[in-house]
């Protein structure tokens, strides 16, 4: 099974700011990776995938990178919205696999 | 527009069975694969199942395997799980999801969970 970890697990950051969030796989997947977030009482959405590509609908000001195993997600300028929990997962083999999560709050 | 709404969750007892339940629209159905993904109460997120387009491929966690059943109507767009022998551990919001196809019609079983439902919760216990 392909462990997924991501750091850091809280992320503290003021509205406007720049976020960094990363993800290591414990194994090659290529660039099958996708990145989602959760708010409070709703279900996941899709933001990323391909390690790079915006989902429909997704702002410019997410953007995702690839170096080897290693993953970031950016959020260029939060905005109230972006306050919410960040997966990582894999669907390069199965089991596909989520980290555990990066919770991004308001400083 | 998407849409995806599971059905089917409640309380049970450990041991028992559920049978969840995802109708969807919005979308071809048949050409997507579609998965099952769960998070139990303040945990993150787990995938638990997913079935190919045809229905003629399935996939499970080891967490589930032997005890829960994947399955869907292609003629009635929807999906299915069948929860059995079920565990305290198995309390958990379970959320349907739709798999991907690239612009060219290109579908892969092995995929993101593009859309969700909003889920529909299971609670094991004595």
């Known amino acids: 099974e392909i462990v997924m970890t991501q750091s850091p697990a809280t992320l503290s950051v003021s509205p406007g700011e720049r976020a960094t969030l990363s993800c290591r796989a414990s194994?090659?997947?290529?660039?099958?990776l996708a990145w989602y977030h959760q708010k409070p009482g709703q279900a996941p959405r899709l933001l990323i995938y391909?390690?790079?590509t915006r989902a429909t609908g997704v702002p410019a000001r997410f953007s995702g990178f690839a170096s080897g195993t290693e993953f970031t997600l950016t959020i260029s300028s939060l905005q109230s919205e972006d306050f919410a929990v960040y997966y990582c997962?894999?669907?390069?083999?199965?089991?596909?696999?989520f980290g555990g999560g990066t919770k991004v709050e308001i400083k | 527009e998407v849409q995806l709404l599971e059905s089917g969750g409640g309380f049970v007892q450990p041991g028992g069975s559920l049978r969840l339940s995802c109708a969807a629209s919005g979308f071809t159905f048949s050409s997507y694969a579609m998965h099952w993904v769960r998070q139990a109460p303040g945990k993150g997120l787990e995938w638990v199942s997913t079935i190919s387009n045809s229905g003629d491929s399935t996939y499970y966690a080891d967490s589930v395997r032997g005890r829960f059943t994947i399955s869907r109507d292609n003629s009635d767009n929807t999906l299915y799980l069948q929860l059995n022998s079920l565990r305290a551990e198995d309390t958990a919001v379970y959320y349907c999801a739709n798999g991907y196809c690239t612009t060219n019609g290109v579908c892969y079983t092995k995929s993101i969970q593009h859309y969700w439902g909003q889920g529909t919760l299971v609670t094991v216990s004595s």
């Open positions: 391909g390690a790079s």
């Open positions: 997962q894999q669907y390069d083999n199965w089991p596909l696999t």
């Open positions: 194994q090659s997947i290529r660039s099958n």
